[in-house]
């Protein structure tokens, strides 16, 4: 798996033209057999899990780890989900997921790309999180913090 970390140049973010998102953070996935459905095509759901594991390996590379974050009483949990479907990924297929980030008051939104490797964009996402802290929604000050060079 590669993974590349790197603090966005701007804070510019349009996901109308996703070719100017600054990517702070992208990994290199492989798709696997299972994950096929009956036409032999990425079943839409396993999109989403993509997605999540970047994220989680984003935070783990940022220093905040979802586990470490969940013993010290903060809970950064899905509010919403926003994703385009726009070719199909298939058996053996390798692909880049790709994060940029953005904080909107109390919540983060993750911008989520993923593009086989001929540069192909599969998919486009929009995913909104917000941070519960000792189970009561926060403004996310926990991490703002960590995430600051990358917003």
Same mark, same amino acid.
């Given at each position: 798996?590669?993974?590349?970390? *790197?603090? !966005?140049?701007?804070?510019?973010?349009?996901?109308?033209?996703?070719?100017?998102?600054?990517?702070?953070? $992208?990994?290199? %996935? $492989?798709?696997?057999? @299972?994950?096929?459905?009956?036409?032999?095509?990425?079943?839409?759901?396993?999109?989403?899990? @993509?997605?999540?594991?970047?994220?989680? *390996?984003?935070?783990?590379?940022?220093?905040? !780890?979802?586990?470490?974050?969940?013993?010290?009483?903060?809970?950064?949990?899905?509010?919403?989900? $926003?994703?385009?479907?726009?070719?199909?990924?298939?058996?053996?297929?390798?692909?880049?997921?790709?994060?940029?980030?953005?904080?909107?008051?109390?919540?983060?939104?993750?911008?989520?790309? %993923?593009?086989?490797?001929?540069?192909?964009?599969?998919?486009?996402?929009?995913?909104?999180?917000?941070? %519960?802290? $000792?189970? *009561?929604?926060?403004?996310?000050?926990?991490?703002?913090?960590?995430?600051?060079?990358? %917003?």
């Amino acid at each position: 798996m590669v993974i590349i970390l *790197k603090k !966005p140049s701007d804070n510019s973010i349009d996901m109308g033209k996703a070719e100017e998102l600054k990517y702070s953070f $992208e990994i290199e %996935l $492989e798709v696997r057999d @299972y994950e096929l459905d009956c036409e032999q095509i990425v079943n839409n759901a396993n999109y989403l899990h @993509y997605m999540e594991h970047t994220r989680h *390996k984003f935070c783990q590379e940022v220093g905040m !780890p979802f586990i470490e974050m969940h013993k010290a009483g903060i809970d950064a949990v899905v509010r919403k989900i $926003e994703i385009e479907y726009l070719s199909p990924l298939k058996s053996g297929d390798k692909f880049r997921s790709c994060i940029a980030l953005e904080r909107r008051g109390a919540r983060f939104i993750f911008y989520q790309d %993923l593009f086989k490797l001929s540069g192909e964009k599969v998919s486009q996402a929009e995913v909104t999180i917000v941070v %519960l802290k $000792e189970g *009561k929604l926060s403004k996310g000050e926990e991490i703002a913090e960590i995430f600051a060079d990358y %917003l």
